[in-house]
Antibody
Framework: EVQLVESGGGLVQPGGSLKLSCTPS????????IYWVRQASGKGLEWVGR??????????AYGASVKGRFTISRDDSKNTAYLQMNSLKSDDTALYYC????????????WGQGTMVTVSS | SYELTQPPSVSVSPGQTASITCSGD??????TYWYQQKPGQSPVLVIYQDNKRPSGIPERFSGSNSGNTATLTISATQSTDEADYYC?????????FGGGTKLTVL
């Protein structure tokens, strides 16, 4: 089955850090560009960032609200993408999804189930 | 920055046609994508590149895009189509999502 599984979410204090993981199955992860998208409770989808494949020199890009605080990386040998989140704020509280960008369509064709991050004291 | 605007809610009676719009500056010059998200579930791609359906998406889902507006049309709407729908486009290499539309089937 083709899927993505996120993990690593939890409760963290403001100013703290957390690292999320995204693990795929059923497709060639190393060829894929992976996006992180978040969704606050009752709100819409917000792009967090992305990491390209080796072919794209593992290029990263970030949304304005997280730039400078979040870092995306990947380890293709472990078939895992990561989202390192630092200097967390209450506004970062959300369900975090990873998703595959299917290059043929330039669309997000696979989404994980999400992992919840709560920033609160 | 580029913005996509959707109506917060749309209502439709079962068996009727639902239309959900997505507006953006010269949106017709870009491809538009549509995602369905049911409560407690992850988004699912239902339309890509304006009007193409992924495998497994019913034919009653269709899309169009022209001028400043893209439209997701659901024909013969069923209760199972009740969900939030998000449009998405690319502003050069940056992904942009619309605010989402809650489709109520009643």
């Amino acid at each position: 089955e083709v899927q993505l599984v996120e993990s690593g979410g939890g409760l963290v204090q403001p100013g703290g850090s957390l690292k999320l993981s995204c693990t795929p199955s059923g497709f060639t992860f190393s060829d894929s560009t992976i996006y992180w998208v978040r969704q606050a409770s009752g709100k819409g989808l917000e792009w967090v960032g992305r990491i390209g494949s080796k072919t794209n020199n593992y290029a990263t890009a970030y949304g304005a609200s997280v730039k400078g605080r979040f870092t995306i990386s990947r380890d293709d040998s472990k078939n895992t993408a990561y989202l390192q989140m630092n200097s967390l704020k209450s506004d970062d509280t959300a369900l975090y999804y990873c998703s595959r960008l299917w290059a043929n369509w330039n669309a997000f064709d696979i989404w994980g189930q999400g992992t919840m991050v709560t920033v609160s004291s | 920055s580029y913005e996509l605007t959707q109506p917060p809610s749309v209502s439709v009676s079962p068996g009727q046609t639902a239309s959900i719009t997505c507006s953006g500056d010269k949106l017709g010059d870009k491809y538009t994508y549509w995602y369905q998200q049911k409560p407690g579930q992850s988004p699912v791609l239902v339309i890509y590149q304006d009007n193409k359906r992924p495998s497994g998406i019913p034919e009653r889902f269709s899309g169009s895009n022209s001028g400043n507006t893209a439209t997701l049309t659901i024909s013969a709407t069923q209760s199972t189509d009740e969900a939030d729908y998000y449009c998405q486009a690319w502003d050069t290499t940056t992904v942009v999502f619309g605010g989402g539309t809650k489709l109520t089937v009643l």
